[in-house]
């Protein structure tokens, strides 16, 4: 048995700070899982599915910490066999913004109000104004709007008008994106349940003076956070409505304090939550995963 954790080589020439921090605690737990971009991997779809790391094929006896977004490789992975840890549709699930809704929305989990953008094809047209008429009754201004895929809060936006939303719409592209009502009373708020398997191992709240963003990464401050029981309770539900082994669950709250999901993150930073909390939230993974394979073994 091999163990592996994944991470996008495109994006760091070095493992982040993420995989440094779950592969130490490997080594302290006597699992040490190896640090992988996922550029190392060799990928044969046809006419059988194999995949191999330096030289090496990946099997059913191999355990992978998929630390990425590349779900293509992480399907493939599963294709041999491997159990991944978040699995590929987990993964997929959260990267897609407006999947995630939609998962979501079947289990009756609280959201804002949120439209899907039309699918276009290398440029939006003047056809989009339909579908931009129609989300400014129903949402009204601001109006936040996301990329479907994006990290780190830097691919979200907040229209003040008519014709913001149009700047913002019309730099798309052919990329796709979700409208969301402006939930007033959280504007520089935001709270994140980080769980492993179902417990909340921690938590934060997240806040900023300057942005409607909380994102530490755009300057948003930490501290620790107590949720209460139901916040506790939506992001369980969101985890298992997801299959996600662990994850980040970002909650909302509205005018009367109730939570709102905002988003689910597959695999979440930790160094901010860990500073703030003392948590140490990449040794918990690892244990997850010993605990898992041991009970189905």
């Not at 998929?66 to 490789?73: E, V």
């Not at 997929?92 to 999947?99: G, L, T, V």
């Not at 963003?213 to 916040?231: C, F, K, S």
């Not at 909302?252 to 979440?268: R, T």
């Amino acid at each position: 048995m091999s163990d592996y954790i994944v991470y996008n080589g495109f994006w760091n020439a070095a493992p982040s700070d993420p995989v440094r921090r779950l592969a130490a605690a490997s080594v302290e737990q006597g699992c040490a899982f190896t640090p992988v971009p996922n550029t190392a991997f060799a990928v044969q779809v046809a006419p059988t599915v194999s995949v191999s790391v330096n030289g090496t094929l990946i099997t059913a006896a191999d355990r992978v910490l998929f630390w990425d977004k590349d779900t293509r490789l992480a399907l493939a992975l599963e294709a041999c066999g491997a159990r991944l840890y978040n699995r590929a549709a987990a993964v997929a699930a959260c990267d897609d913004k407006s999947e995630t809704h939609r998962l979501l929305a079947r289990g009756g989990v609280p959201m804002p109000k949120t439209l899907l953008s039309p699918m276009t094809y290398v440029e939006v047209t003047d056809a989009i104004e339909l579908f931009l008429t129609a989300a400014e009754t129903a949402l009204g201004f601001p109006m936040v709007v996301k990329e479907c895929y994006g990290s780190f809060g830097r691919q979200v936006y907040l229209a003040q008008n008519g014709d913001d939303l149009r700047r913002f719409a019309y730099a798309m592209g052919a990329r796709s994106f979700i409208l969301q009502e402006f939930v007033t009373a959280s504007s520089g708020d935001d709270t994140r349940l980080y769980l492993v398997g179902d417990t909340v191992a921690a938590a934060i709240r997240r806040h900023s003076d300057t942005d409607f963003r909380a994102n530490v990464e755009l300057g948003g401050t930490v501290i620790p956070y107590q949720p209460t029981e139901r916040e506790v309770a939506l992001a369980q539900q969101c985890r298992t409505l997801l299959g996600l082994d662990f994850c980040a669950v970002d909650l909302l709250h509205d005018g009367d304090g109730n939570p709102l999901v905002c988003e689910v993150n597959s695999n979440a930073y930790m160094a901010g939550l860990i500073g703030a909390t003392g948590v140490d939230v990449a040794s918990r993974i690892i244990t997850y995963i010993k605990e898992e394979t041991v009970w189905k073994t």
